[in-house]
T-cell receptor, first 113, second 116 residues
Framework: QQPVQSPQAVILREGEDAVINCSSS?????VHWYRQKHGEAPVFLMI?????EQKGHDKISASFNEKKQQSSLYLTASQLSYSGTYFC??????????????FGQGTILTVHP | DGGITQSPKYLFRKEGQNVTLSCEQN?????MYWYRQDPGQGLRLIYY???????QKGDIAEGYSVSREKKESFPLTVTSAQKNPTAFYLC???????????????FGSGTQLSVL
């Protein structure tokens, strides 16, 4: 099953913060986050592995709560370049889920000047 | 430069026709994937392969077929059985390690398939 992302869309002004959530109905081994600009390929942001951790670089960070099977992506002091569609991808914990990355439906983020 | 090459960028299919989308990578990656992207539905997994001559069905494999005869190549055939093939198709690859079951995915630039 696809993980569920929320919200479906976010509109921000430059400098504002946003949180995008990703929730799964199954036990997870890892969560990936990617950003896609219109007409382009998705670009990797970060991976969070089982064990519950938080990662970040620059003003984008993420957390992974394996007990709740949820991950959140935090964008602080947003810039125009942050605009795009954000996808979480989840890999289940279990033999048949090995190497299989399933993506959510995406969250469209628009940053205005 | 290393990367993933998808071709063609645009493809048109006639009724009842099979078409093949090409995906080649020179990253020496073990795993390769095919995703279909429709507006509002995110990326849905069609097929994936972790080793040459082996592949697994994803969530929407019906109407598609793949082969993995070489490590660097993973072509996708959209058969006439796929009744709604119009979509953006993305190929991806990744390293598989024993420590983490998934490294990050590297995506190709995609193929837009349309039905005539």
């Amino acid at each position: 099953q696809q993980p569920v992302q929320s919200p479906q869309a976010v509109i921000l002004r430059e400098g504002e913060d946003a949180v995008i959530n990703c929730s799964s109905s199954k036990a997870l081994y890892s969560v990936h986050w990617y950003r896609q600009k219109h007409g382009e390929a998705p670009v990797f942001l970060m991976i969070l592995l089982k064990g519950g951790e938080q990662k970040g670089h620059d003003k984008i960070s993420a957390s992974f709560n394996e007990k709740k099977q949820q991950s959140s992506l935090y964008l602080t002091a947003s810039q125009l370049s942050y605009s795009g569609t954000y996808f979480c991808g989840t890999e289940g914990a279990g033999g048949t889920s090995y190497g299989k990355l399933t993506f959510g439906q995406g969250t469209i983020l628009t940053v205005h000047p | 430069d290393g990367g993933i090459t998808q071709s063609p960028k645009y493809l048109f299919r006639k009724e009842g026709q099979n078409v093949t989308l090409s995906c080649e990578q020179n990253l020496n990656h073990d795993a390769m994937y095919w995703y279909r992207q429709d507006p509002g539905q995110g990326l849905r997994l069609i097929y994936y392969s972790q080793i040459v001559n082996d592949f697994q069905k994803g969530d929407i494999a019906e109407g598609y077929s793949v082969s993995r005869e070489k490590k660097e190549s993973f072509p996708l055939t959209v058969t006439s059985a796929q009744k709604n093939p119009t979509a953006f198709y993305l190929c991806a690859s990744s390293i598989l390690t024993t420590l983490a079951t998934n490294e990050k995915l590297f995506f190709g630039s995609g193929t837009q398939l349309s039905v005539l």
